[in-house]
């Protein structure tokens, strides 16, 4: 998924509790107020187009060979011994600041290209533990097996929540293969670090939500640690009057909704007949 950060989320959120797609008509203050949910879809979507123009650039330039191994590692995926390609850092440039990330989703694809991207702090539970190990343990990682390790936690971490490498538990375990099994440092370092990381969280971890340049197709979501190396970085966009506008008049078709549920109001279907209304006070008249 492409983040275009908490404000637009919010404005998701209350579109998603507020689904029909019909006018509704509302009255507060003696004011009559018209609202399309359609039109505030349509905006919420211009704003999240906004956000992807301005993305930043990502370019994967490599493997970064003393944190990983490469096609030596063998675990099941979904229940298949597998060979892994790589398992390990990879050296990213954003917006020319190199830096190393690590995968998060095992059974999403990304190639050593360039893309377009957009950083958010992790912000899930699974993600806020990855922070935690990228924060805290990947600074005294410096081996090979070391960084292959951390990365098997983080791809059981998100995929499986951290339930171990145990065969036919979860999609990541270790490798059924009798011929080619799971190399026991590795497996031992990533169980591991996913025991120390129980409970452990991290806001500050930095998620890289990566999607093609042209047509905008998503592929592997990275993650790294807070770096100071003077380069982008997540930041919490200040709320526009567009975004706020939006999130109020959300709001109040929240609380309407949930007042004629309990009872409290006449629901209304349609826009109230105002001129019914004086008709009937002149016949009384």
């Known amino acids: 998924m492409v983040s275009g950060g908490p404000n637009v989320r919010v404005v998701l959120a209350l579109v998603r509790y507020y689904p029909h797609p019909a006018t509704t008509w509302f009255s507060d203050a003696g004011i009559l107020i018209v609202v399309s949910m359609q039109v505030l879809r349509a905006a919420v979507w211009a704003l999240l187009l906004c956000g992807a123009a301005g993305a930043n650039t990502i370019i994967l330039t490599g493997l970064h060979t003393s944190l990983g191994l490469q096609q030596s590692l063998y675990f099941d995926e979904d229940g298949v011994a597998s060979q892994a390609y790589w398992v390990g850092g990879i050296d990213i440039k954003v917006d020319n600041f190199s830096r190393v990330v690590f995968c998060v989703d095992l059974f999403?694809?990304?190639?050593?290209?360039?893309?377009?991207?957009?950083?958010?702090?992790?912000?899930?539970?699974?993600?806020k533990q990855v922070g935690w190990l990228l924060q805290t343990q990947l600074p005294g990682i410096t081996t090979t097996v070391g960084g292959a390790a951390l990365q098997l936690a983080i791809w059981d971490i998100v995929s499986d929540h951290g339930d171990g490498f145990a065969p036919g538990k979860g999609r990541v375990t270790q490798s059924t293969d009798g011929t080619h099994p799971t190399d026991p440092k590795v497996l031992a370092t990533a169980i591991n670090l996913e025991t120390i990381s129980q409970g452990m969280s991290s806001n500050f971890g930095v998620v890289y939500h990566n999607f093609t340049t042209s047509g905008g197709t998503v592929v592997q979501m990275l993650m790294g640690g807070t770096v100071n190396d003077g380069g982008p970085q997540p930041t919490t966009p200040e709320i526009s009057p567009a975004v706020l506008m939006l999130s109020g008049i959300g709001l109040i078709l929240i609380g309407r909704r949930r007042r004629r549920n309990s009872g409290t109001i006449e629901p209304h279907a349609e826009r109230p007949d105002l001129r019914g209304e004086e008709l009937a006070s002149d016949a009384r008249r």
């Open 108 to 127: 999403t694809d990304i190639n050593l290209s360039t893309y377009r991207t957009q950083l958010d702090f992790s912000d899930t539970p699974q993600l």
